[in-house]
């Protein structure tokens, strides 16, 4: 097709140059047209060429090798299991093969609870997802033919069922189990569930699971000791039948504070893994309960879902009443006023009475002229219309910290039309965007009093936001933990301190250990230039660990994970400013890792079947499957390039040069 329009390009221009210096015409012919009429020639087929652009395939071929792709378990159970040299020896001989590394293109990882290239082998990670370490090398490599290797002890302690992961038609998988896989008799307690919480001199509910793998008939004792107490005895009696019993009764908090016990099963007489025999776990005591009283007289499912995320938080209590119905502002620490109007009289009368802190929510349709006038921080203006705006997080605001919510995104509510003026001075949660449009009036925010803490939100249709919590992340916990920490703020009256630190009394081993902490300035704004450490010290061994905090949005965070369990006592300490906090908290001993008794083989075996599943020492048989896997050849893949007959520069160079000696020898001869 190109050389068709070359040709042709070729006429056009010679049909040009010949009508224009008179071939075609009547005008009398002289020698030195013909040179005129070549340059002419080429400078339009030139300028044709430049349009036409003549391209030409060029096809190459390359040798296109197979992909290995080692995937080492790089998790504790694997050294308890005392299997980290075979694995080293195996890793070692596999990757040093000559006929491997001429043959395939080998990419190595180690995983745990993520996927990382390997670069050292520590055997230190709480937990190990098999899972991952199947499905994410066909996802990263999905377009080549690929053998997965996976060297494991078959223990998976997080994330999906590997038994149960697909294999694409583009990848063959090699499982290698190292550890013993001998089933040997154990005892186990697999689960607790007791609730985080409890109140003063109640009882509270605690289930445990204890499995059994074994054979023959035993009979052991279930106790939950705290300190040398011992709070609860139960014996069971477990054999090839009988493989689990469920311990369920309730226990009675009497003291304040955090109450940490240890569940045990006594073990068999020749059990091999013991530490899988007992488990700690805590309840945090309190000795009184939020109470929040919604008050509202609109039937709104605004008012149901605020009922269910204040109450997410097992120490808070709701109570929804109408106007109407009698209520005593003075029983609850904080009331929350859903669609204001002339019916809430009393209650604003008992709120100036009782100095109480509030939470006014407009709701569907509030009587904004009643809320101007019983209030001196802000004005709204009154209009009957109201616009669907959705909420633009303030990155500034410091009164509560928000750094692990997301609201992008989240669906529109309603909001009254009018602007809104402040009297003081008030901290922005959510401004509204409208449409496209990001406007600085608020939909949330809170303001102090005196002594008194207010927030006010401007929507009707929060339940669209819980909503959104659910299908963005598959529970509410986004919008619960922001309603939560709103109700936290206005229910207590403690004085606003320029150093507030966040923490729980209690974590368990396996988990992160997060602990955030505010710093504002001396105008109460969030300050990000301070320099934050916290000094931890263990009760038991005196050890004193320090470690820096690190600016996390809004806020500082400092991760803790991987201390040791125990009790701790800690300071946070502001440099250059005389700004400290103290607590403590406790870390419950728990290692998921050191559950396993044996090596497991059963989910790979499900997985790949029995004929594929090798064991640790067997590289030499691994490298033969791999030698003769059909999918795992060589193979030539062509690559077609079309390239630029000609470099349109040059071309445009050649085009200008025509020209100027076609001017110049024209000029010469008179003809200009």
């Not at 119905?325 to 609850?332: A, F, S, V």
């Not at 920490?485 to 606003?496: D, E, H, I, M, W």
Request: proline share 3%.
């Amino acid at each position: 097709m190109t050389v068709i329009l070359m040709i042709i390009a070729a006429v056009v221009a010679a049909l040009i140059a010949l009508f224009q210096y008179g071939y075609i015409s009547n005008t009398k012919n002289t020698k030195k047209k013909p040179w005129f009429a070549l340059l002419r020639f080429l400078t339009v087929f030139c300028i044709l060429l430049l349009f036409i652009a003549p391209r030409f395939d060029s096809k190459t071929y390359e040798s296109l090798l197979p992909q290995l792709i080692v995937m080492v378990d790089d998790s504790k159970s694997v050294e308890y299991l005392g299997a980290k040299n075979a694995i080293k020896n195996d890793l070692d001989l596999l990757l040093e093969n000559k006929d491997v590394k001429s043959k395939f293109d080998i990419q190595v990882f180690q995983f745990s609870e993520n996927i990382k290239p390997l670069d050292s082998l520590g055997f230190n990670k709480g937990d190990s997802d098999l899972g991952k370490a199947i499905t994410q090398p066909q996802e990263l490599f999905k377009n080549r033919n690929k053998a997965i290797v996976v060297l494991t002890d078959g223990n998976q302690t997080t994330g999906n069922s590997y038994g149960y992961s697909k294999i694409d038609n583009k990848t063959s998988l090699y499982p290698i189990i190292y550890g013993d896989t001998t089933q040997y008799a154990d005892l186990q307690i697999t689960n607790i569930n007791v609730n985080r919480y409890s109140y003063l001199d109640n009882e509270f509910p605690v289930e445990v699971f204890i499995s059994y793998q074994g054979t023959e008939n035993a009979t052991r004792n279930f106790t939950i000791n705290q300190g040398n107490k011992t709070l609860y005895k139960e014996s069971f009696t477990f054999d090839a039948l009988r493989r689990s019993a469920i311990a369920s009764f309730n226990l009675t908090s009497t003291s304040v504070g955090t109450q940490s016990m240890v569940a045990t099963i006594a073990p068999l007489s020749r059990e091999k893994n013991t530490k899988n025999n007992y488990r700690s776990f805590a309840v945090e005591v309190i000795d009184q309960q939020t109470n929040v009283l919604i008050l509202s007289d609109v039937m709104h499912p605004d008012i149901g879902d605020l009922k269910k995320a204040i109450e997410s938080n097992q120490q808070r209590k709701v109570t929804i009443k109408n106007t109407s119905q009698p209520y005593d502002l003075n029983e609850y620490n904080l009331v929350v006023m859903y669609g204001v109007g002339s019916a809430f009289a009393k209650a604003y009368s008992q709120k100036a009475l009782l100095n109480k802190n509030t939470w006014v929510i407009t709701g569907p349709d509030p009587d904004l002229s009643y809320l101007n006038t019983n209030n001196k921080a802000f004005q709204i203006e009154t209009d009957n219309e109201y616009d669907d705006a959705q909420p633009i997080l303030n990155d500034s605001y410091a009164t509560f910290n928000l750094d692990q919510l997301d609201f992008e995104d989240y669906p529109p509510v309603s909001v009254p039309f009018g602007d809104i003026k402040f009297n003081t001075n008030v901290d922005v949660l959510f401004y509204k965007q409208i449409g496209s449009i990001a406007t600085t009036q608020p939909i949330w925010f809170t303001y102090e009093n005196g002594e008194s803490k207010h927030a006010v939100t401007l929507a009707s249709g929060l339940w669209r936001w819980r909503a959104q919590s659910f299908l963005s992340n598959k529970d509410f916990k986004n919008f619960d933990d922001l309603v939560s920490s709103q109700v936290q703020y206005l229910a207590s009256n403690k004085k606003r301190n320029r150093l507030e630190v966040t923490y729980e009394t209690f974590y368990y081993q396996n988990k992160t250990i997060v602990i955030n902490a505010q710093y504002l300035d001396k105008n109460y704004e969030f300050e990000d230039n301070g320099i934050l450490n916290i000094v931890l010290k263990n009760k038991e061994t005196e050890e004193r660990i320090t470690r820096p905090f690190v600016l996390n949005g809004n806020s500082y965070s400092v991760d803790l994970s991987g201390l040791n369990a125990g009790d701790y006592l800690f300071t946070v300490k502001v440099e250059n400013d005389e700004l400290s906090r103290s607590g403590s908290f406790s870390i419950l001993e728990y290692d998921i890792e050191k559950q396993q008794v044996n090596a497991n083989d059963a989910g790979m075996k499900k997985l790949v079947g029995t004929s594929n599943v090798m064991y640790q020492g067997q590289v030499n048989e691994l490298i033969n499957k791999l030698n003769t896997d059909p999918l795992l050849q060589t193979i030539e893949r062509a690559t077609i390039k079309q390239s630029s007959l000609i470099d349109w520069q040059y071309l445009l160079g050649i085009i200008l040069l025509l020209l100027g000696l076609e001017w110049f020898l024209r000029k010469y001869n008179g003809l200009v």
